[in-house]
């Protein structure tokens, strides 16, 4: 039969230009980690070394950086916003909130027009006054502050999705709402609560500018500022340290990523990412 | 009006929605009115003004829209134009445009190029912003880049990109890094048209262009509209090519953006870069406004 | 179990009248199917009961207790969901005792009781097993097995067969009607499919636009519908309804394509010039001849369905059905002549309502 589509040749080789336009600023990363002497030309390595990655590990401020103030800011606003997200999102789905949805317009509306772009000067003040400057809590709050309007809209799709019969059931069954929530409602919710999760971990992992401005004490500074700082502050990067360093920092984003779209699919992204 | 017994009763459900509602009172309700409030004031973070900001009325905004010279280097008027550029060659031309078209290219197509061309995209979406960037940096680099070496197979010798065409180079990048989610967003709304639609076309003996202008792109115009409203949101309001150029050289690559960082939290004049935030906020709420009323009537389809 | 009673109720969304005014007797271990299309309220009323959509006016009664403003765990009901509502996070057992759980029975008198009734609704097999294991019959049997453990004073169907597939139906169905007996629970049973209320109710409920248009057993409701909607609606084709005017002095009667017959059976005294005549499909005869008492008819088309015929007629603008029951297709010429059943003719009034 007859497809609407070019012939296969042409298809082919235009899919290997696309192939080459994404791969090519990437090629670096591949290599230059086991190059013991990377340049910032693609080469391939005369020898294969994990060198670099020694330099890194033995890095104390880069490893504390990644290992250490990484996975607590960006593992506490996962937490942090699935919880508020999915208990926000069912008082909101399953609640009694007069003009709940007209409500979640709103939230959408002040979501997109607050960004962090126009609110980066008074989220700043805000955690200034509060005492939260140069504190993890300052950054991993406005995260979560931040996080928090997509996530509910994610769970509150989901949780519109699934059948008010379970709980109504159960209510017939004679369970109070404390409970319904607890033995029917939050375990059929756990694949939105996950996805939302990784998402919001996800977001922390890679957030640049919210710990740049927030926390000033290089001891405390998450990967994505401690890796800028290696190329961007110190004049001549240490391109051996940066390239070990990158593919650390990388790493766990693209598993997550990789395990969301397997099981999920990558349908719940869109409208997501910024 | 009788309420229908819900779930959740009226004090539970406060209770359930309370918590995320004081964060995003604090972080998104606070900052709307807060950036308001300060524009019309010259609080800074040091010296006098940080003590007692002074009411200064509309002289934050007259500065920003002095038309005498708002169009020099590193003024408002010029980072403006700088990001309507900026965003219509990487979002409107670049990402909406590359992305349908890779979306369309591989219209019910599953072999292993579809699966190598999507996944190098999404990686490329997904990887950290500082990371990206670095790989750009090098990717630019005058001396040793690979786009200089791939332009030199072709006798095309050396640039230096970001400094000689420092908006060229974001638009390059933003384009490649963010291609991804309109390429999703078309490939969904195309798999959810029918088969049928094309085939009854190719039956009565309908061209491909006649079949990509007749059917599939009225089918795809709603989609094409939310793409181009969001992509335009987020990419005006994208920070990312600060870690590439950090604005420069000389404010030629200064989006609104980096331009509001500069003057708020470099130079800490919080009333100058609240109102930078308050023209901002009124764009984007006019380009919100736009997608919410495309998704309201899709809705009912 | 408890008798229900539901006095005046009312529901409304917006301006539509989705309960108008209904009331209702039920006996205690009386079984009552509450039939109507999609849209009559039978499903607003069912929730009503259960507590689970508010009652706006009027009120139901649980045994002596007045439940309406009850919240719906304190009524005391079991309820059987159109999707089964089965919990894709418990295994079968936990499912079936949940109602029980909820109710703080200790472990091992709950799983004594679950096996009981699982054994009895042969899922006794399945107790380890999640939902998403099962078949769509077999989730089916699980609801119903929650909604028995539970014990309640009624139980609630609402369409509880409706997503099985036609031989599964019939199957569930003979299961029901068996369980039924056995328990003899007083039970609400939602459906919009006719012959599921005839087979398995004691008396069937019709409903249209939020009103009861007739309550009474089943083969009282099929043998005299009480108005043309009910006429209309049950029975399968339903039955037929022809506009005429009646002379009673003559004992003529006129149709609407101009023909008039004599009329030697007896006619209600109310009967005049607005009224409907209504005859079921297999009360009407054709024959090749005219006679005085016959109607004219043209033949549309004959439809061999197997043990019965369905012959289509037209009458002017009207449309008749016949129901003949034989294997043989029948051959009918192109006009034909139409006898009535003595005592199976209805006369319906100008407002709808059944004459007598």
């Known amino acids: ?274 | 009006m009788i309420q229908r017994p819900t779930i959740l009763s009226r004090r539970m459900s406060l209770a359930f929605v309370t918590p995320a509602a004081v964060l995003i009172i604090l972080f998104l309700i606070y900052p709307f009115f807060s950036i308001i409030s300060m524009s019309f004031t010259n609080q800074s973070l040091t010296g006098a003004a940080a003590r007692n900001p002074q009411f200064v009325g509309l002289e934050n905004y007259t500065n920003l829209f002095d038309f005498e010279n708002w169009m020099s280097r590193g003024e408002f008027g010029s980072s403006l134009w700088i990001t309507v550029q900026f965003v219509f060659g990487s979002a409107l031309i670049g990402q909406a445009g590359l992305g349908l078209f890779i979306a369309i290219l591989f219209y019910r197509r599953r072999d292993f190029f579809r699966h190598l061309v999507y996944t190098l995209a999404i990686v490329a979406w997904i990887t950290p912003d500082v990371v990206i960037a670095f790989a750009w940096f090098a990717f630019l680099d005058p001396f040793t880049g690979t786009l200089n070496n791939v332009l030199g197979l072709f006798g095309i010798s050396p640039l230096d990109w970001l400094l000689d065409y420092p908006l060229v180079s974001i638009i390059l990048f933003n384009t490649w890094r963010g291609t991804a989610f309109s390429m999703l967003l078309f490939t969904s709304a195309l798999s959810s048209i029918a088969p049928s639609y094309l085939e009854t076309a190719q039956v009565i003996g309908a061209s491909r262009w006649q079949q990509f202008k007749d059917i599939l792109l009225p089918l795809l115009q709603t989609t094409i509209a939310t793409d181009l409203i969001l992509i335009t949101l987020w990419t005006f309001n994208t920070f990312t090519p600060f870690l590439l150029t950090g604005g420069g050289p000389s404010f030629r690559s200064e989006l609104v953006s980096i331009y509001t960082y500069r003057i708020g939290l470099q130079r800490f004049e919080f009333g100058a870069g609240s109102a930078v935030a308050v023209v901002v906020m009124m764009i984007n709420l006019i380009l919100a406004s736009i997608y919410l009323v495309i998704a309201r009537s899709r809705r009912p389809r | ?356």
């Not at chain 1, 922390?204 to 994505?224: E, K, Q, T, V, Y």
């Not at chain 3, 099929?222 to 084709?237: C, K, L, M, Q």
């Open chain 3, 1 to 356: 179990m408890a008798s229900v009673k539901l006095a005046q109720l009312r529901r409304t969304f917006g301006t539509v009248k989705a309960v108008d005014n209904v009331n209702l007797d039920i006996a205690d271990g009386e079984f009552i199917a509450l039939l109507g299309p999609s849209g009559c309220g039978k499903t607003t009323t069912l929730r009503m009961v259960a507590g689970l959509e508010a009652v706006e006016g009027g009120q139901i009664h649980i045994g002596n207790r007045n439940v309406s403003t009850l919240p719906a765990r304190e009524r005391d009901v079991a309820m059987v969901f159109q999707d089964y509502a089965l919990y894709p996070h418990m295994t079968i057992a936990e499912n079936v005792g949940y109602p029980l759980k909820v109710r703080g029975v200790p472990p091992a008198d709950l799983q004594r009781q679950v096996q009981l009734v699982a054994d009895r609704l042969q899922i006794g097999g399945l107790l380890e097993r999640r939902p998403a294991q099962l078949s769509g019959g077999q989730q089916q049997r699980v609801s119903l097995a929650r909604a028995v453990v539970h014990k309640a004073q009624v139980t609630l169907y609402d369409e509880p067969l409706s997503n099985l597939d036609t031989k599964l139906r019939l199957e569930a169905r003979a299961f029901l009607k068996h369980l039924q007996r056995e328990v003899g629970v007083t039970s609400i049973y939602v459906t919009h499919d006719q012959a599921e209320a005839m087979a398995l109710a004691d008396r069937i409920v019709v409903m249209n636009a939020g009103k009861v248009m007739q309550a009474d057993s089943p083969m009282a409701i099929y043998r005299r519908p009480a108005n043309t909607f009910v006429a209309s609606f049950i029975g399968s084709p339903p039955m037929n309804l022809l506009p005429c005017k009646v002379d009673q002095a003559a004992r003529i009667l006129r149709f609407s394509d101009g023909q008039s017959i004599q009329w030697s059976q007896s006619v209600p005294a109310q009967a005049s010039d607005e009224v409907t005549l209504g005859i079921r499909p297999e009360h009407l005869h054709w024959h090749a001849e005219p006679a005085e008492e016959r109607l004219g008819a043209e033949h549309f088309v004959t439809q061999a369905l197997g043990g019965e015929s369905v012959i289509v007629l037209r009458l002017g603008e009207h449309t008749l059905a016949i129901r003949q029951f034989t294997d043989d297709v029948p051959v009918l010429p192109s006009r034909v002549w139409l006898s009535f059943d003595p005592n199976r003719v209805y006369f319906y009034g100008a407002d709808g309502m059944l004459l007598s």
């Open chain 1, 1 to 274: 039969m007859k497809r609407f589509a070019p012939g296969r040749w042409l298809v082919n080789g235009l899919s290997v230009i696309l192939a080459l336009f994404f791969v090519t600023p990437l090629m670096w990363f591949i290599f230059a980690p086991f190059d013991p002497t990377p340049n910032l030309s693609v080469q391939l390595p005369e020898t294969f070394s994990l060198d670099n990655f020694q330099t890194v590990i033995s890095n104390a401020t880069a490893m504390r950086a990644l290992l250490q103030n990484s996975v607590f800011i960006s593992g506490s606003v996962m937490v942090l916003t699935a919880a508020l997200a999915a208990l926000a999102a069912y008082g909101l789905s399953r609640g009694n909130i007069p003009g709940r949805d007209i409500l979640t317009t709103v939230l959408l509306l002040f979501s997109s027009v607050v960004t962090g772009t126009a609110s980066m000067v008074p989220i700043f003040v805000l955690i200034y006054n509060l005492g939260l400057f140069n504190t993890y809590q300052g950054a991993i709050l406005t995260l979560v502050g931040g996080a928090l309007p997509t996530s509910i809209f994610i769970m509150r799709d989901f949780i519109d999705g699934i059948p008010k019969s379970y709980e109504e059931a159960a209510m017939v069954s004679g369970a109070g709402s404390l409970r319904i929530f607890r033995d029917i409602a939050l375990p059929t919710l756990r694949p939105g609560v996950l996805v939302v999760a990784i998402l919001a971990f996800v977001g922390a992992w890679g957030s640049f500018l919210i710990p740049l401005i927030l926390i000033r004490n290089a001891d405390m500074r998450p990967a994505s500022v401690a890796f800028y700082q290696f190329y961007g502050d110190e004049g001549n990067p240490n391109i051996r340290a940066v390239a070990a360093y990158a593919l650390l920092y990388t790493l766990p984003v693209l598993l997550l990523y990789l395990l969301v779209n397997a099981r999920y699919g990558f349908r719940f992204f869109g409208g997501i990412k910024q």
